[in-house]
């Protein structure tokens, strides 16, 4: 298998970032000088560099670069030793329409996976994403067990997991061709979709920290009329939040759930009633009103409370009125 090596095409140097974790490391110090012995394209460091998880194995090539916080073994050696060898060649091992697309990509995209030695689908999805590593794309393959405290962070629950950008959360066998789509969509900032696929693969923190940033109130309403249930679920839980933060941004959300409140089936009529409640003030009763005319069954009862809890929340928040020295 070492005989990959010998296509390497230019010089390679592999930087070792220390942090902690001194065995990991260790077995990390060990793979790299083992392997600069073998290539003389292969220069072998130590250094300090500014990532988010370390050790890690830095693979820098002309002009990509590619991150492991895992020691490849097993399964797993085969497609580090031809990431290795793909950061010395400026060309990529895809189609020319996907090299196209490729190329096309002008932000910088940093792709996480997270990965585990036993797993059978991990090193076919490392080999794809390996592929796509261009100018633009990087790639850091983190082993979960040696780093669990990203596992709560993203939610992780099955491997592989991607984390594009933080922005998108995929899982399982990936093809090439969805992996590129969604780094795609990073790119191009599509924010509707990649807050669904975020709150569908349970990332509502990590929505609420850029939603709160970024302003996507607008974007979060939209959503809470979505036919999925996880992502309607997720949209109302980041909007309760936002409004407990600051109650006049949110009211950018407002006229579109009224919108969506007059169309839609009972199930998201009913969410859209829900987050009105948790997140409306008085300017909304008069037309929740005229839609509670024409409403029965579950409908007209989840009316009926919004309205209720609406103008009791108004009611505690008013400022008490001064009349002859007193207050009442």
């Known amino acids: 298998m070492w005989e990959i090596l010998e296509t390497i095409e230019s010089e390679i140097v592999i ?9 990991f490391f260790e077995r990390l110090r060990k793979l790299g000088e083992k392997l600069s012995n073998i290539s003389d394209k292969i220069e072998f460091t130590i250094g300090d ?29 085969e497609p580090f030793l031809r990431n290795l060898v793909r950061v010395s060649s400026e060309s990529l091992e895809v189609t020319e329409k996907f090299a196209e697309r490729i190329k096309a990509i002008d932000k ?20 794809r994403t390996g592929r796509l590593v261009s100018e633009h ?27 594009i ?9 990936l093809s090439l061709k969805e992996i590129l789509e969604w780094i795609e969509k990073v790119a191009r900032g599509d924010k509707k979709e990649l807050i669904a696929n975020m709150l569908e ?9 850029i939603a709160g940033r ?54 998201i009529r009913g969410d859209v009633i829900y987050a009105l409640e948790k997140i409306a003030d008085g300017d909304v009763i008069e037309e929740l009103e005229e839609e509670l005319k024409n409403s029965e069954g579950n409908i007209k009862d989840a009316l009926e409370d919004a309205i209720s809890s609406i103008k009791k929340r108004n009611n505690s928040q ?7 020295g007193l207050f009442c």
Request: net charge negative.
């Open 318 to 324: 008013s400022p008490p009125v001064k009349t002859g």
């Open 214 to 267: 970024e302003g996507l109130e607008e974007t979060l309403a939209e959503l809470v009329s979505n036919s999925r249930m996880r992502v309607r679920m997720g949209a109302m839980a980041a909007l309760e939040d936002l409004h407990s933060v600051d109650p006049e941004k949110i009211k950018k959300a407002i006229p579109i759930l009224l919108e969506k409140l007059k169309t839609g089936e009972e199930n």
């Open 15 to 23: 930087r070792l970032v220390p942090g902690g974790k001194e065995e």
């Open 108 to 127: 910088d995209i940093n792709i996480k996976i997270f990965i585990t030695e036993f797993c059978p689908v991990c090193p076919g999805v490392v080999d």
């Open 137 to 163: 794309i990087s790639l850091h393959v983190i082993d979960i067990p040696s780093f669990m405290e990203f596992e709560e962070r993203y939610e992780i629950t099955a491997t592989p997991t991607l984390i």
């Open 49 to 77: 560099e500014e990532l988010e998880i370390k050790p890690a194995m830095l693979l820098i090539g002309r002009n990509k670069r590619m991150i492991y916080s895992f020691y490849p073994e097993g399964k797993e050696k």
């Open 201 to 209: 693969k349970g990332m509502l923190e990590n929505v609420i920290e």
């Open 165 to 173: 950008n933080d922005e998108a959360k995929l899982e399982g066998k």
